[in-house]
C-alpha cells in the first residue's frame, strides 16, 4: 500500500514537470499579449488527456466551468498534487470565490506546509480584504521559493498601498531580478511616476515591448488613484487600460463603479451590464447594478449648491434637516478654507446600510458610515442605524470636509491628513459632536500603539491590530486639534497648500511645522499625554469599580450608587457609551425623587456627547417639570442629529417650541410629525395649524385644520379654531 502509493506520487511529478512546460509555454504566449496563438495553443490543451492541462487549457480559453469541473476531477485523481489544488483555488479566486479558494489553499498547506503558490494564494486572498497577514504570507511565499516573482510582486503592491513607496521599489526591484519581464513590477513602477505626476514613465515602453495590449499597467494605475481618492483620475486610467484591452472585465467593473461614484450612473450602466453580460459577475458588479435599479426608490432635490438623493420613504423627513445641515457646513467651509466650490454638491442617503456599503467595496477601512468621492458624498441614513449608535450631522460635517480638502488639494493629500481634519471639524462644530476618547484609544495609549505621524497613514489601511482604523481617525485628529491649537487654524491650511504640491508627510512637517517628524512625534505625544494622562492611569480602576457599580444598581442599592458613581465619574468623564456611571446616577438620584440632581447628571451626559435617545427625552422630561422649557427643548433638538425617525420627539418639541413662542421652530417639527405619517393625522395637522397661527401664516393654518378635520370630522379643537379664523 505504501509503495504503491509512493510511486503514484513519483509518476504525478514526472508527469507534471512535463505538462507544467506545456502550460508554460500558453501562458507565455498570453503574457506578451499574442493572444490569438495562445488561445490556440490552450485549444490544442484543451483535448489532452489529463484532466489538469484541459483544467488550465479551459482556464486559459475563459471558459471558467469547464476548468472548475477538470480541476476536480485533476483532484480527484492526484488527491496529494498540492499544486493542483493551488491553481484550482487560483482559478476560484478570480472566480469571486475567495472562500473556497482559501479551502483549497489551506488543503494544499496541509500536504506541503512551505507550499510557495499555496501560501501566496492566501496572501492574495488576505490582500482583497486589506489584512496585515497579506504581508506576511507573501513574505513566507517569497522565501519558500526565492524565483517567485510573483510574491515579490505582492509585497510590492502591499508596499504601495500601505504609502511605503521605498519598500515598493525594493520589491519591484527584487521581482525584476528574477524576472526582467516582470511586468506587474513594471506596472507598480509606472504607477508610482503617474502618483506622482510623472506622465512620461519609461515603465511604459519597457512593458508594452514585452506586451503591446498590456492594458493591466493603466488598470494598476486606475486601481491606485482610486486608493489614494483620485477618482477622476482613476476613471482615466481604467478608460485607458480598455483601449488597449477592451477584454479587461475587471478594468471594466471598476471604471463602472467609479464612474457611479462621480454621479455618471448611465455610462456606469452600461459598463457593468457589458460585464454581466461577459459572465464577468463579481460582487461589485453585481450589486452596483442592484444600487443603480434602486435608485428608482430615490428622489432628487437640487438647490444652488445641493443636490440631495434621499429615499420616497423619507425624504420628507429628513429633508429639511439635512438641507439647512448640508448649507451651514458649506458655508462655514467657504470661509474657513477660503475658497468656494465649483459645483453642488451631492449627497445620497440610504436607508438601507447594505447599499451603502456597495459604494465602499473594494476600499481599505473600518466600516464606515459616509464616504466621499470628490463631489458626491454617499452616507447611512439615521434609519440604517441603530438608535442613538450614529450622528448623522457630525458626519455630514464630516464628509463636507472631505468634499473641501480633496478639492483644495485636487486630491493629492495622504489620507490620515484628511481624516485627522475631517474628525477635527466635527469636534469644531460641536464640543458635543466628534469621538469620544475610547476604550481602545486609552489601551493603545498605554500600550505605546500609536504611530509616528509619517507612518500614520498604514494604521488606515492595513491594520496590525484589531483597534487600529478606529484609534488611527482618532490620533488624526487630535494631531490636526494640536496643530491649530500650536500653530493657528492657518496652519492647517498652509498644510493644505503643500500636500496639494505632493509634498510629503515628513516634508510638509518639516517646512510647515518647522520640526523633524520624529520631534513633531515627541511633542504631539507628551501633550495628548498629558491631556489624557489621569484618565489613562485610572483606566483598570474606572473599569473594575464601574463593573461593581453595575451591580449596585442592579440590586438597587441607590445610595451605594450614588456615592460610588461620583467618586469614579471624573475618573473617565468621556465615557458615555453603554453602562455608562452618568446614567446610573440618573436613576438612582430619580428613585430617591432628587430629579434636580438626575437632571443635571444626564446634562452632564449629553454635553459630553451622550447620544442614547430614551436617556435624551428623559432628561428632557425632567427639565421640563422643573419649568426649564428652553433646556428641554435643547435636550430634544441634540435628538433631531442623532435618530430623528421619532414621532414623540417631533410632538414633544413642537409643543416646547410653540410655548416659547418659536413658531417657525414648532412648524418645522410638527411637519416633521406628520412626515412620519402618525396615527393620530388629526391632532398632528391641529397642532400644525397652531404653530401656523401663531406664525401669522393663516392660509396655511385653514389648511391644516381642514385636513385634521377630514381625518375627524367631529374634532371640537379644530372646529373651534377653524371658526375662529374664518371670522
Ligand atoms: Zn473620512
Same mark, same amino acid.
Given at each position: 500500500m505504501r509503495i504503491k502509493h509512493n510511486l503514484l506520487f513519483f509518476l504525478c511529478g514526472i508527469s507534471f514537470s512535463l505538462s507544467g512546460a506545456v502550460v508554460e509555454n500558453c501562458r507565455d504566449l498570453s503574457r506578451r499579449g499574442r493572444l490569438s496563438e495562445a488561445a490556440r495553443c490552450y485549444e490544442k490543451l484543451? *483535448?489532452? +488527456?489529463?484532466p489538469y492541462l484541459r483544467a488550465e487549457a479551459f482556464w486559459g480559453l475563459q471558459r471558467y466551468q469547464e476548468a472548475n469541473e477538470q480541476f476536480r476531477a485533476a483532484v480527484k485523481l492526484g488527491p496529494k498534487n498540492a499544486y493542483y489544488k493551488v491553481r484550482w483555488g487560483r482559478l476560484l479566486l478570480e472566480r469571486f470565490n475567495p472562500q473556497e479558494a482559501a479551502s483549497l489553499f489551506e488543503e494544499a498547506l496541509a500536504i506541503d506546509k512551505n507550499h510557495p503558490g499555496a501560501l501566496l494564494g492566501l496572501a492574495l486572498v488576505a490582500s482583497e480584504n486589506f489584512e496585515n497577514k497579506a504581508v506576511e504570507l507573501a513574505e513566507k511565499a517569497a522565501l519558500a521559493?526565492? $524565483? #517567485? @516573482?510573483e510574491a515579490r510582486e505582492l509585497l510590492a503592491r502591499l508596499a504601495l498601498e500601505d504609502n511605503n513607496p521605498q519598500k515598493a521599489i525594493e520589491e519591484c526591484g527584487k521581482a525584476l531580478a528574477i524576472s526582467p519581464q516582470a511586468l506587474d513590477a513594471m506596472a507598480i513602477r509606472a504607477t508610482m511616476d503617474w502618483l506622482n505626476?510623472? &506622465?512620461? $514613465?519609461p515603465w511604459l515602453n519597457r512593458i508594452l515591448a514585452i506586451? %503591446? *495590449?498590456?492594458g493591466e499597467v493603466y488598470a494598476t494605475a486606475g486601481r491606485f488613484l482610486v486608493l489614494n481618492r483620485r477618482y477622476e483620475e482613476g476613471v482615466r486610467f481604467y478608460r485607458k487600460a480598455l483601449e488597449l484591452n477592451p477584454r479587461l472585465w475587471e478594468a471594466r467593473s471598476e471604471l463602472g463603479v467609479n464612474l457611479m461614484r462621480l454621479g455618471l450612473d448611465q455610462e456606469a450602466r452600461t459598463h457593468l451590464e457589458l460585464c454581466y453580460t461577459n459572465d464577468y459577475r463579481s460582487a461589485a458588479t453585481v450589486n452596483s447594478l442592484r444600487l443603480l435599479d434602486s435608485y428608482k426608490n430615490f428622489v432628487t432635490l437640487k438647490s444652488d449648491n445641493t443636490i440631495l438623493k434621499l429615499h420616497k420613504k423619507e425624504v420628507e423627513l429628513l429633508r429639511p434637516y439635512l438641507e439647512a445641515e448640508l448649507k451651514r457646513a458649506i458655508r462655514t467651509y467657504e470661509q474657513k478654507y477660503k475658497m468656494r466650490l465649483a459645483q453642488p454638491v451631492q449627497v445620497e442617503v440610504y436607508p438601507d446600510h447594505e447599499d451603502f456599503v456597495v459604494r465602499t467595496l473594494g476600499m481599505p477601512g473600518l466600516e464606515a458610515l459616509g464616504v466621499s468621492f470628490g463631489y458626491s458624498v454617499a452616507m447611512d441614513s %439615521? /434609519?440604517?442605524?441603530? %438608535?442613538?449608535?450614529?450622528h448623522w450631522a457630525s458626519t455630514v460635517w464630516h464628509e463636507l470636509s472631505h468634499v473641501f480638502v480633496l478639492t483644495a488639494t485636487r486630491h493629492r493629500v495622504p489620507r490620515w491628513f484628511t481624516e485627522g481634519m475631517a474628525v477635527h471639524e466635527e469636534t469644531a @462644530? /460641536? &464640543? =458635543?459632536?466628534g469621538d469620544r476618547l475610547s476604550p481602545n484609544v486609552i489601551l493603545a495609549i498605554q500600550e505605546k500603539r500609536l504611530l509616528p505621524v509619517a507612518q500614520l497613514d498604514r494604521g488606515f489601511v +492595513? &491594520? $496590525? !491590530?484589531?483597534a487600529q482604523v478606529p484609534v488611527s481617525y482618532f490620533q488624526a485628529g487630535q494631531i490636526c486639534d494640536y496643530i491649530a491649537r500650536q500653530w493657528g487654524d492657518e496652519k492647517l491650511l498652509d498644510m493644505i497648500h503643500s500636500f496639494a504640491q505632493l509634498k510629503t508627510t515628513p516634508e510638509v512637517v518639516e517646512q510647515? #511645522?518647522?520640526?523633524k517628524p520624529e520631534e513633531f512625534d515627541r511633542r504631539f505625544l507628551a501633550w495628548l499625554k498629558a491631556g489624557t494622562r489621569k484618565t489613562v492611569q485610572s483606566f483598570a480602576e474606572w473599569n473594575k469599580r464601574l463593573h461593581a457599580l453595575a451591580q449596585l444598581a442592579a440590586s438597587a442599592k441607590y445610595d451605594e450608587v450614588i456615592r460610588e458613581g461620583r467618586a469614579i465619574?471624573?475618573? !473617565? %468623564?468621556?465615557? *458615555? =457609551?453603554?453602562?455608562?456611571v452618568y446614567e446610573f446616577l440618573a436613576e438612582a438620584y430619580l428613585a430617591k425623587n432628587d430629579k434636580a440632581a438626575a437632571a443635571a447628571e444626564l446634562e452632564r451626559y449629553a454635553s459630553i456627547g451622550g447620544r442614547n435617545p430614551a436617556a435624551l427625552k428623559k432628561l428632557a422630561a425632567l427639565l421640563e417639570e422643573l419649568d426649564r422649557k428652553k433646556d428641554a427643548a435643547a435636550a430634544l433638538h441634540r435628538l433631531n442629529y442623532v435618530y430623528p425617525m421619532d414621532e414623540e420627539l417631533h410632538r414633544r418639541l413642537g409643543d416646547l417650541c410653540l410655548s416659547a413662542g418659536n413658531a417657525q421652530g414648532a412648524i418645522g417639527e410638527y411637519q416633521a410629525l406628520l412626515a412620519l405619517k402618525p396615527l393620530d393625522q388629526a391632532a398632528a395637522h391641529f397642532s400644525l395649524a397652531k404653530a401656523y397661527r401663531a406664525a401669522n401664516q393663516l392660509d396655511q393654518a385653514r389648511e391644516h385644520l381642514l385636513l385634521a378635520l377630514e381625518a375627524a370630522p367631529g374634532y371640537k379643537p379644530a372646529q373651534k379654531l377653524l371658526l375662529e379664523l374664518v371670522h
Open positions: 484543451a *483535448v489532452s +488527456r489529463d521559493d526565492p $524565483t #517567485l @516573482v505626476d510623472r &506622465p512620461d $514613465t506586451n %503591446p *495590449v498590456y %439615521p /434609519s440604517a442605524r441603530r %438608535p442613538g449608535s450614529f @462644530v /460641536s &464640543p =458635543e459632536w +492595513r &491594520p $496590525t !491590530y484589531p510647515q #511645522l518647522g520640526l465619574r471624573d475618573l !473617565y %468623564p468621556d465615557y *458615555v =457609551e453603554a453602562g455608562n
